[in-house]
């Protein structure tokens, strides 16, 4: 069975610093997702990553992906109040189904 | 294109009745997914249809539920004799290639 996995959990950020969260998975698989989700709302979209060694940044986020390793980050640096969310990593599987982690919850603080 | 629709946004029912979730895919998508999250948690696949026939169902997803998508346009998600711990929030989500998009969940609570 697949398992994803984020680390850490939590994550309390000061403001202007930076941090990676982490996301393994268990498969093979090239592609994998970003998501952003603020309190009782749902999932937007951050980053798609169809390829070996795929990097996209947006803003503050830098996302990459090793399929070899089976391992992406999202990096952010300088971390501001805006990116208090929790974020998640999902895996495709198959090309069809998205299997997700249990989410980072991030807190910035200033 | 108006993004994934989803209705009703907020339901509470007491438990052992039934209830109904529709789903809106962004149009041309032919993929369409259910998925269940619960506080603190990822979201967990429940079905998956492509166009109108229903490819896969989570062991998850007990006998109590159902999912249609007629036609391949709509879709909807159905729980019989609701019980508490089905309170979640259920999303739809839609796909075409390689991006899925989600709707904005159906929050469900079950007194």
């Known amino acids: 069975e697949l398992k994803v996995e984020q680390n850490p959990l939590f994550l309390s950020m000061q403001e202007g610093k930076n941090y990676t969260i982490y996301c393994n998975y268990s498969?093979?698989?090239?592609?994998l997702y970003w998501y952003r989700q603020d309190p009782g709302k749902s999932l937007e979209s951050l980053f798609v990553?169809?390829?070996?060694?795929a990097v996209k940044q947006e803003g503050r986020l830098m996302a990459s992906l090793d399929t070899k390793a089976r391992l992406s980050t999202l990096h952010i640096t300088a971390a501001v109040h805006d990116l208090s969310a929790t974020y998640f990593c999902?895996?495709?599987?198959?090309?069809?189904?998205?299997?997700f982690g249990a989410g980072t919850t991030v807190t910035v603080r200033a | 294109d108006t993004g994934v629709s989803q209705d009703p946004r907020h339901k509470i029912t007491k438990r052992g009745q039934n209830v109904t979730f529709r789903c809106d895919p962004i149009?041309?998508?032919?993929?369409l997914y259910w998925y269940r999250q619960t506080l603190g948690q990822g979201p967990e696949f429940l079905t998956y249809?492509?166009?109108?026939?229903?490819?896969?169902k989570s062991r998850l997803l007990s006998d109590r539920f159902s999912a249609e998508r007629p036609k391949g346009s709509f879709s909807t998600l159905e729980i019989q004799r609701t019980e508490q711990g089905d309170s979640a929030m259920y999303l739809c989500?839609?796909?075409?290639?390689?991006?899925?998009?989600f709707g904005q969940g159906t929050r469900l609570t079950v007194v």
């Open positions: 989500a839609s796909r075409r290639h390689t991006e899925a998009f």
């Open positions: 249809f492509q166009n109108e026939a229903q490819l896969e």
């Open positions: 999902a895996v495709d599987i198959d090309d069809y189904k998205l299997s």
């Open positions: 498969t093979t698989s090239d592609r």
């Open positions: 990553l169809l390829s070996n060694g």
């Open positions: 149009s041309e998508h032919n993929r």
